[in-house]
């Protein structure tokens, strides 16, 4: 529990040893989907799904009835799973206070999840997300998903391609990266195509500059180049 990065709650998720509440914010999209997908499938997949995972926009369901629905008992599983996405904390200090006072005593078969998609939470400069944050670390865990460096995701790229049956070097990797930009999402978009057009083969900088999305900043590079 407290404040976790990327390895550290992928382990936690591998282990099966999770936190009562996580507090899932930053500003790598495709990681807090992927994440939040993956608590969803280990706590929550099954015949029993509909009842006991509850799913909510944040934006548009009031913090009691969240906090209502966790405070159920799951049926036929270990846990009652609660997600919900973008709850706007930072507009009201009521709520501030409401989900600090339920985060002391949070059910022990229930899963609490507050992640932000479209929201952006500044905990340095808003005391209020500030708050919200100490508390969900305190009580359970906070985690941070920012995006990943240019090396991780050259490595992303070649793991990717393998997978695939097709070869690309580190340096191509990181072509790749400066060429497409490094949106996860789109990166690993990209190398599913590349890796079906190679068929088997290696990906080199000449099959990229002939199949892959190019980003603004190349464009724009191409642009001042001609």
Same mark, same amino acid.
């Given at each position: 529990? *407290?404040? $976790?990065?990327?390895?550290?709650?992928?382990?936690?998720?591998?282990?099966?040893?999770?936190?009562?509440?996580?507090?899932?914010?930053?500003? %790598?999209?495709?990681?807090?989907?992927?994440?939040?997908?993956?608590?969803?499938?280990?706590?929550?997949?099954?015949? #029993?799904?509909? #009842?006991?995972?509850?799913?909510?926009? *944040?934006?548009?369901?009031?913090? *009691?009835?969240?906090?209502?629905?966790?405070?159920?008992?799951? $049926?036929? &599983?270990?846990?009652?799973?609660?997600?919900?996405?973008?709850?706007? #904390?930072?507009?009201? %200090?009521?709520?501030?206070?409401? =989900?600090? %006072?339920?985060?002391?005593?949070?059910?022990?078969? +229930? =899963?609490?999840? #507050?992640?932000?998609? &479209?929201?952006?939470?500044? =905990?340095?400069?808003?005391?209020?997300?500030?708050?919200?944050?100490?508390?969900? &670390?305190?009580? /359970?865990?906070? @985690?941070?998903?920012?995006?990943? +460096? %240019? /090396?991780?995701?050259?490595? $992303?790229?070649?793991? /990717?391609?393998?997978?695939? *049956?097709?070869?690309?070097?580190?340096?191509?990797?990181?072509?790749?990266?400066? @060429?497409?930009?490094?949106?996860?999402?789109?990166?690993?978009?990209? +190398?599913?195509?590349?890796?079906?057009?190679?068929?088997?083969?290696?990906?080199?900088?000449?099959? =990229?500059?002939?199949?892959?999305?190019?980003?603004?900043?190349?464009?724009?590079?191409?642009?001042?180049?001609?």
């Amino acid at each position: 529990m *407290g404040r $976790l990065n990327e390895s550290e709650f992928k382990v936690q998720i591998k282990s099966g040893e999770y936190s009562p509440a996580y507090f899932i914010y930053g500003s %790598e999209g495709y990681l807090k989907q992927f994440y939040v997908d993956q608590l969803i499938k280990k706590l929550a997949a099954g015949p #029993f799904e509909d #009842f006991n995972l509850h799913k909510y926009d *944040g934006k548009k369901t009031p913090l *009691g009835d969240i906090l209502k629905d966790a405070d159920l008992l799951p $049926l036929m &599983s270990e846990y009652n799973l609660v997600v919900a996405c973008d709850y706007p #904390f930072d507009k009201s %200090e009521a709520d501030c206070k409401a =989900i600090k %006072e339920y985060l002391k005593d949070v059910s022990p078969s +229930t =899963i609490l999840v #507050f992640w932000y998609n &479209s929201v952006d939470v500044d =905990i340095k400069k808003n005391s209020k997300w500030k708050g919200v944050e100490a508390a969900f &670390s305190k009580a /359970g865990s906070s @985690v941070l998903l920012e995006p990943r +460096t %240019e /090396g991780e995701l050259a490595k $992303l790229i070649v793991s /990717g391609c393998k997978k695939r *049956g097709a070869a690309i070097s580190s340096e191509n990797a990181r072509y790749l990266i400066s @060429v497409s930009g490094s949106d996860i999402k789109t990166l690993l978009n990209e +190398t599913e195509k590349l890796s079906a057009y190679a068929n088997g083969g290696e990906i080199t900088k000449q099959l =990229i500059d002939k199949l892959a999305v190019r980003c603004l900043q190349a464009k724009v590079f191409d642009l001042s180049k001609a």
